[in-house]
């Protein structure tokens, strides 16, 4: 696939960082699965992704642009992207970055029936018109708003620096305030897909940097009325710069002193957001947070040489900075404590549970073994209506207790000899990605009622309804791809499935359980 395409689809989206990533993808995955490790791929990045399959009419009409078309077959497919359409045509680019014009007559013979929908703000059927060419231009103004504001700042930070060029309390703090500033617009550039030198620099010198496009478009990141990092960040810099020109007393550099030092106490929660969350380093807000915790440094220094001088309660600063730092570790290392005391007790209760008990592995992978008959409601009830014996299993896999359980169970197969179980990988993960090729193939038969008693074996029922009652647009738009992909590949529509003789929704919310995403659907087919 070339490269322009891609190039194309991400500056018309205004999320040019995006651009790696997707190519890597778009050039590893075939047609299918790699529209859904594409749309993966964008998720982690901040974007949501839809595959739908419509008419002419319903593309034309309802869904918004631009947009990715599968173009021809699964043996001649090729990738495009629609950005407009009128009465008597389409314009489209194609694979190698040319623009074409294409009747509409002539769309309906070349287009696959295959379409993805890129929206940052969620997937509806019938989303308003006119959305993606409001939002460019909303990143048009901002980015306007943006220059015109970095010469504000630059201006207000050089008479800042004069203005307190003999303090020496006062030079660090502007120096380490402008600093601060300028990573915080930087930040605010790269959330509107505005290409920087220091976002290049910054994001992009290296692969391991890509998460920063990520942690700074998600949701995590708009957390104050609508306001993300960036923008709060500029705020909290710009002020002592402000301050700095109006000229500040010993009382104002207390009170930002006070402010710098309540800050710091994010920076365990911006690490939590990046590394548990999102599983994603942001270089960016790395930097931001040591400038916000040197801020704080020189905010206790400041506040206890005050009290130091008015109360003599402290000797020396330095005491003071000690008893802030030991308070902050203690409230820290609570904090995690009690959280590693959380998340400690869920994974041990799942991986306890992924341990089958030995006569379910001897039923399922024996070799002479019969189709068991139907379990009871006490453990689950699997109805077909008049489809027939299934011969299918579809499984969503997107975490490592998933991996597990599914290389558990091809491991005992594969030491019994045993290949009955036939298995569907649908959306592997980068950790199912790794492993062997045998996990995207079907890899024999097995008894079903057997397998599906060790699967819902494998996950705690109270996770399931933790789940089901919280579902979001995201898992509805997980379901709709694993139907989509099921028709795709001639497999007949979900069937019900019961755990513990209750009935499981179609679908269910993760997004506060990622680390387990249970698969939301599942599909079966008669031979």
């Not at 040319?98 to 703000?121: H, K, N, Q």
Request: with cysteine; hydrophobic share 45%.
């Amino acid at each position: 696939m070339k490269s322009p395409l891609i190039r194309h689809l991400c500056v018309a989206l205004g999320h040019r960082q995006l651009y790696p990533r997707v190519r890597v993808l778009v050039d590893d995955y075939p047609l299918g699965f790699g529209l859904e490790a594409l749309g993966n791929a964008f998720a982690r990045c901040g974007m949501r992704s839809v595959a739908l399959r419509g008419s002419v009419d319903e593309l034309l009409a309802d869904w918004p642009k631009p947009l990715l078309l599968v173009l021809g077959s699964e043996d001649e497919a090729r990738l495009a992207v629609l950005v407009s359409t009128d009465a008597e045509g389409v314009t489209l680019f194609d694979d190698e970055g040319r623009r074409r014009r294409i009747p509409i007559a002539r769309l309906a013979d070349v287009w696959s029936g295959v379409a993805v929908v890129f929206d940052r703000e969620g997937y509806s059927p019938r989303p308003p018109e006119g959305r993606i060419r409001q939002k460019l231009q909303s990143v048009r103004l901002r980015r306007v708003c943006l220059y015109a504001f970095v010469a504000l700042a630059a201006l207000l930070t050089l008479l800042g620096v004069l203005a307190y060029l003999p303090a020496w309390w006062g030079l660090p703090v502007v120096l380490l305030s402008a600093f601060g500033l300028v990573l915080s617009v930087v930040a605010v550039l790269q959330s509107a897909g505005v290409e920087s030198l220091v976002g290049r620099r910054l994001c992009h010198h290296k692969e391991d940097d890509a998460g920063c496009g990520r942690v700074l478009t998600s949701r995590y990141a708009h957390l104050f009325g609508g306001l993300g990092w960036g923008e709060i960040g500029v705020g909290y810099f710009l002020l002592p710069i402000c301050m700095s020109v109006v000229g500040l007393s010993s009382q104002s550099l207390w009170i930002l002193s006070i402010v710098w030092i309540f800050s710091v106490l994010f920076i365990p929660y911006s690490l939590y957001i990046q590394r548990v969350r999102l599983g994603s380093w942001c270089t960016i807000c790395l930097l931001v947070l040591v400038v916000e915790l040197l801020l704080a440094i020189l905010g206790i220094w400041m506040l206890a040489s005050g009290v130091a001088s008015y109360t003599g309660v402290f000797g020396r600063s330095l005491y003071g900075l000690a008893l802030y730092f030991l308070a902050v570790s203690a409230g820290y290392l609570y904090w995690m404590k009690w959280r590693g005391r959380e998340e400690g007790r869920e994974y041990r209760l799942a991986f306890n549970q992924l341990r089958f008990d030995p006569a379910v592995v001897s039923v399922l992978f024996r070799a002479s073994a019969a189709v068991p008959p139907p379990p009871t409601d006490e453990l689950m009830e699997w109805r077909l209506g008049d489809s027939g014996q299934p011969s299918v299993l579809v499984i969503g896999l997107n975490c490592p207790i998933c991996a597990r359980w599914v290389s558990l169970l091809l491991e005992r197969a594969g030491a019994s000899g045993i290949g009955r179980l036939q298995i569907v990988l649908f959306s592997p993960s980068p950790a199912l990605q790794r492993l062997s090729a045998q996990w995207v193939e079907l890899v024999g038969q097995v008894g079903i009622h057997e397998a599906l008693r060790a699967f819902a074996e494998g996950f705690p029922t109270r996770w399931l309804e933790k789940c089901s009652g919280k579902a979001t647009e995201r898992a509805k738009n997980s379901v709709h791809l694993q139907q989509e992909w099921c028709v795709m590949h001639g497999i007949a529509s979900t069937p019900q499935l019961y755990v513990n003789g209750k009935k499981l929704p179609d679908y269910y919310d993760v997004e506060d359980l990622e680390f387990l995403h249970i698969v939301s659907t599942a599909g079966i087919a008669a031979k």
